[in-house]
C-alpha cells in the first residue's frame, strides 16, 4: 500500500480558494498512491479562531466540492485532513472527509476532543458522538483528529471496530512536537496498528507548526517522517503486517478492562 501525506503550510497571505487550488493541485501529483492525507483545518489555520466562524462551510461546500473532485481526477482514497463545518442547524464542527476515488464521499468525522481547555476550538466548536472507520480494498481506517491522539480510549474504540490503520491530520504546535512523535508511536503499540499521521508547516496565527508528519508501524517502528517545513512525504507498506504481528503477540487478547461494564459491589 502506497499512502502519500501532504504536509502543507498555511500561509496567513494566501486566500482560502488559492490555498484549494493548490492542495487540489498536490493530491492530482499523487495520482498512483492508494491512499492520500491532508492535515487538520488546513482552510483556516487549527489556531486562526477568529477564521473558523468566517470560514465556515455546509459539509458539502466549496473545499468539498475541490476535494472530491481532485480524488476523482487522481484516482486515489482521499483523506481531505478536517474543515470547519457549519451545521445547518448552527453548531460548528472540526470534520474531517474521506472521499473514494470516485469522488464519493465514504465517511465523515466530526472530531471528538476538542483543544483549548476554556478557550479556542474547545468553545467554539461542537464535539462528535461517533466513532468512524472506513473500508478501503486492503486496509481499514480508523478516523482521529490531532487532539484526539491523547486519547487512548477512542483508538481502542476504532480497533474494536475493525480499524487496522489509524489516520491523525493535525495542527500540532511545535513547542509539544516531542508529545506528537511518542503518542503516534504509542497509539501504534498499544493498538497493533499502522499510524498515518498528518501535521502541517510553517505557522497559523503566530503559534509555530511542529511538521514532523510521521508513518508507524504496529511495532512502533518509525516507516518515514517529514521535516519541518511543507512536504510531501511517501511511504509503502503492507497492511497485512497488522494481522501477522496480532497473531505473533496477541496481546489484544488479554484485555480485561473496558470489555464490559464493571459489576456493581
Same mark, same amino acid.
Given at each position: 500500500?502506497?499512502?502519500?501525506?501532504?504536509?502543507?503550510?498555511? #500561509?496567513?497571505?494566501?486566500?482560502?480558494?488559492? +490555498?484549494?487550488r493548490r492542495v487540489a493541485s498536490m493530491v492530482r501529483e499523487q495520482a498512483g498512491a492508494d491512499l492520500v492525507v491532508l492535515p487538520e483545518l488546513w482552510t483556516t489555520g487549527a489556531f486562526a479562531y477568529e477564521a473558523f466562524g468566517q470560514e465556515a462551510e455546509p459539509l458539502e461546500g466549496?473545499?468539498?466540492?475541490?476535494?472530491?473532485?481532485?480524488?476523482?481526477?487522481?484516482?486515489?482514497?482521499?483523506?481531505?485532513?478536517?474543515?470547519?463545518? /457549519?451545521?445547518?442547524?448552527?453548531?460548528?464542527?472540526?470534520?474531517?472527509?474521506?472521499?473514494?476515488?470516485?469522488? %464519493? !464521499?465514504?465517511?465523515?468525522? +466530526?472530531?471528538?476532543?476538542?483543544?483549548?481547555?476554556?478557550?479556542?476550538?474547545?468553545?467554539?466548536? =461542537?464535539? =462528535?458522538?461517533?466513532?468512524?472507520?472506513?473500508?478501503?480494498?486492503?486496509?481499514?481506517?480508523? $478516523? =482521529?483528529?490531532?487532539?484526539?491522539? /491523547?486519547?487512548?480510549?477512542?483508538?481502542?474504540?476504532?480497533? %474494536?471496530?475493525?480499524?487496522?490503520? $489509524?489516520?491523525?491530520?493535525?495542527?500540532?504546535?511545535? /513547542?509539544?512536537?516531542?508529545?506528537?512523535?511518542?503518542?503516534?508511536?504509542?497509539?501504534?503499540?498499544?493498538?497493533?496498528?499502522?499510524?498515518?499521521?498528518?501535521?502541517?508547516? =510553517?505557522?497559523?496565527?503566530?503559534?509555530?507548526?511542529?511538521?514532523?508528519?510521521?508513518?508507524?508501524?504496529?511495532?512502533?517502528?518509525? !516507516?518515514?517522517?517529514?521535516?519541518?517545513?511543507?512536504?510531501?512525504?511517501?511511504?509503502?507498506?503492507? &497492511?497485512?503486517?497488522?494481522?501477522?504481528? /496480532?497473531?505473533?503477540?496477541?496481546?489484544?487478547? #488479554?484485555?480485561?478492562?473496558?470489555?464490559?461494564? &464493571?459489576?456493581?459491589?
Open positions: 500500500m502506497r499512502a502519500s501525506v501532504i504536509q502543507i503550510a498555511v #500561509d496567513e497571505g494566501e486566500s482560502v480558494e488559492s +490555498r484549494r466549496p473545499t468539498y466540492e475541490a476535494m472530491a473532485k481532485a480524488a476523482s481526477d487522481a484516482g486515489v482514497w482521499l483523506h481531505a485532513g478536517s474543515v470547519p463545518e /457549519r451545521d445547518p442547524d448552527g453548531p460548528l464542527y472540526n470534520t474531517s472527509l474521506v472521499f473514494s476515488p470516485s469522488g %464519493d !464521499l465514504a465517511a465523515a468525522y +466530526r472530531k471528538i476532543h476538542r483543544f483549548g481547555f476554556d478557550k479556542g476550538e474547545a468553545v467554539l466548536m =461542537g464535539a =462528535g458522538s461517533e466513532l468512524v472507520t472506513v473500508r478501503l480494498p486492503s486496509t481499514t481506517l480508523g $478516523l =482521529g483528529t490531532c487532539y484526539d491522539l /491523547r486519547f487512548p480510549e477512542l483508538f481502542r474504540g476504532l480497533v %474494536d471496530a475493525g480499524a487496522e490503520t $489509524l489516520v491523525v491530520p493535525a495542527g500540532w504546535p511545535e /513547542r509539544r512536537r516531542s508529545h506528537w512523535t511518542l503518542l503516534a508511536q504509542a497509539r501504534a503499540v498499544e493498538n497493533q496498528s499502522f499510524v498515518v499521521a498528518c501535521g502541517t508547516a =510553517g505557522t497559523h496565527a503566530g503559534v509555530p507548526q511542529a511538521g514532523h508528519s510521521i508513518v508507524v508501524d504496529p511495532w512502533g517502528e518509525v !516507516l518515514a517522517e517529514a521535516g519541518a517545513g511543507e512536504e510531501v512525504l511517501t511511504v509503502e507498506f503492507d &497492511p497485512g503486517k497488522v494481522a501477522t504481528t /496480532r497473531e505473533q503477540f496477541p496481546a489484544l487478547k #488479554d484485555r480485561v478492562l473496558g470489555l464490559q461494564p &464493571p459489576r456493581r459491589p
